[in-house]
């Protein structure tokens, strides 16, 4: 399975180690990953905009998003979490579903890693 991990990067310190530890417990678990923050260094001197309708495109060509704890602080990871569903994708989470019930978290859409 093709998977997309979100999750915050602006203003959260070393982002980098939640997404790296993601996707190296996604894959090996066998799953295709594609982890965001290696289209850093290739998006230089792109913005915010041109940075989120890649990785909007990106989403549509995974089966599931898998998203970090705390991704409902985010601006960015809660509009990957709403074109996902809109996308009708997996949804995985490092949250338990209760606790994501204030977005209107539909546990239908979840499935256990």
């Avoid at 997996?90 to 239908?108: A, K, Q, S």
Wanted: charged share 35%.
């Amino acid at each position: 399975m093709k998977i997309y991990i979100a999750g915050q990067m602006t203003g959260k310190k070393n982002y980098q180690k939640s997404f790296r530890r993601a996707e190296k417990e996604l894959t090996k678990k066998g799953e295709q990953v594609f982890n965001p923050c290696n289209l850093l260094p290739i998006m230089r001197g792109f913005d915010y905009s041109d940075f989120m309708q890649v990785d909007l495109k990106i989403i549509e060509l995974c089966d599931a998003v898998y998203f970090l704890r705390g991704f409902t602080e985010s601006k960015g990871a809660m509009q990957e979490y709403r074109h996902a569903k809109k996308h009708h994708k997996i949804i995985l989470t490092e949250e338990p579903y209760e606790d994501l019930m204030d977005i209107g978290f539909d546990n239908e859409w979840r499935f256990d890693r």
